[in-house]
């Protein structure tokens, strides 16, 4: 006489795909814990269905299974997963998961245990088929589900981990995961982790909150600093004729974090936004002009007298306004209107020929606005009020620096400064 019970859980097991998961298939297929990022895997925003209810899973991978790891869906060996974890996946996917229970299954008095995804017990009763029989069908606890699927039969207590803290909470029978989480008010974004597990402590739900983001750094990139020598300066003087400035680099990089712990961390770009420019010191190289050598001879030699009679007598101080001033000065050097010129083009630029002025920002002072102003004090005492004082010191800078006024303003006109 054939067994009943045997024939009817065959049956069973030929269930359809949405109903019932082979053994092997599923132990072969199975997705367990959730693992790292793929940096090499593609982003993909999918729905993923578990016994009816759905959710959107943003994560890196590319099959069935990796998008599974990233929602925290755990298939067991009795489970349906359609398309299968090993498929491959594309955006906007839908993923369904029937999970699988187990039931007790009483046929003409013999009783096992049988598993099906079917939602009433009259599908599960339909699909054993054993007709002319005695059965019986009970709920069984004997096995953990899915995060997603009912939690208890009965009223039970959970441990609820979240955000660093444990939490005891009530869970009644046939109440699911997600709607244990609304009633207490935990919000969870598409990324975040929810997992059920039964202990020897009882049932354990965990939260695990996971943030992707781009880190965008700016930093500067040093300068350098450039010595060069100048003949047309004067030995042991020096200038700045560029004052560089840094560069600017953006670094972009990829990061996880996994309830607060950075797990991956990768650089998607290194851009140089702005070259760094040179700082250029120019020190002189030209030896000073020989003095004549001084004769000593007695006072009263004719010599002495002849040598005497042959300088020429003391220039008479210059007056009048600064730019008279400066055009007997300029004059007294050999030079000529053109270079007058010049250089009252070029101190209207600096101060106005204002022997008061005064730039807050530099320190420079004067009508040749000397930086600091303290210099012109090797051409006088008075240099703070006196423009004829302040003018021969600019004089000899220009001479020192460009040689003339003319070529002073051709370097104002070209850098901003001279």
């Not at 040093?222 to 020598?229: L, Q």
């Not at 006088?380 to 303003?409: H, V």
Request: charged share 25%.
């Amino acid at each position: 006489m054939s067994n009943p019970l045997a024939k009817a859980n065959e049956r069973l097991y030929r269930l359809p795909a949405k109903r019932v998961w082979p053994v092997a298939a599923a132990l072969m297929l199975g997705v367990t814990g959730v693992g790292a990022v793929n940096l090499a895997a593609s982003h993909h925003t999918v729905q993923v269905q578990v016994d009816g209810k759905t959710q959107q899973v943003s994560f890196f991978g590319n099959t069935v299974s990796d998008a599974l790891s990233a929602a925290g869906v755990e298939v067991k060996a009795h489970d349906s997963v359609i398309p299968v974890p090993s498929s491959a996946i594309y955006d906007d996917s839908r993923i369904t998961v029937a999970t699988a229970k187990p039931y007790m299954v009483t046929i003409d008095g013999k009783t096992r245990e049988v598993w099906s995804t079917a939602t009433s017990s009259a599908d599960i009763l339909s699909d054993l088929g054993a007709r002319g029989s005695t059965v019986t069908l009970a709920a069984s606890r004997s096995s953990e589900r899915s995060p997603l699927s009912t939690l208890t039969h009965v009223p039970t207590t959970a441990k609820l981990l979240v955000d660093g803290k444990t939490k005891d909470v009530k869970v009644s029978p046939g109440q699911g995961l997600k709607d244990l989480l609304q009633a207490e008010k935990i919000k969870l974004s598409p990324i975040d982790r929810v997992t059920a597990s039964r202990t020897k402590d009882g049932l354990v739900i965990r939260v695990v909150r996971v943030v992707r983001e781009n880190i965008v750094t700016e930093s500067d990139i040093p300068n350098k600093t450039v010595k060069k020598e100048d003949a047309k300066l004067l030995k042991g003087k020096t200038r700045i004729t560029e004052e560089g400035k840094h560069g600017k680099r953006r670094l972009v990089e990829y990061r996880e974090v996994v309830d607060g712990k950075e797990t991956v961390r990768t650089k998607i770009s290194d851009k140089v936004l702005a070259q760094p420019v040179d700082r250029v010191e120019v020190t002189g190289t030209m030896e000073p002009p020989a003095r004549p050598a001084a004769v000593a001879t007695a006072p009263d030699s004719p010599s002495v007298a002849a040598a005497e009679s042959s300088v020429p007598p003391a220039a008479p101080a210059p007056t009048g306004s600064p730019k008279a001033i400066a055009r007997q000065m300029l004059a007294a050097r050999g030079m000529g209107d053109d270079q007058y010129r010049c250089l009252v083009s070029l101190w209207n630029r600096e101060s106005g020929w204002n022997y008061r002025s005064y730039n807050r920002s530099s320190g420079a002072y004067g009508i040749p606005q000397a930086l600091p102003g303290s210099k012109m004090a090797s051409a006088g005492a008075d240099w703070r009020t006196n423009p004829a004082t302040q003018i021969r010191w600019g004089l000899g800078y220009i001479s020192g620096r460009y040689g003339s006024p003319c070529a002073a303003l051709g370097h104002s006109h070209r850098v901003g400064w001279y």
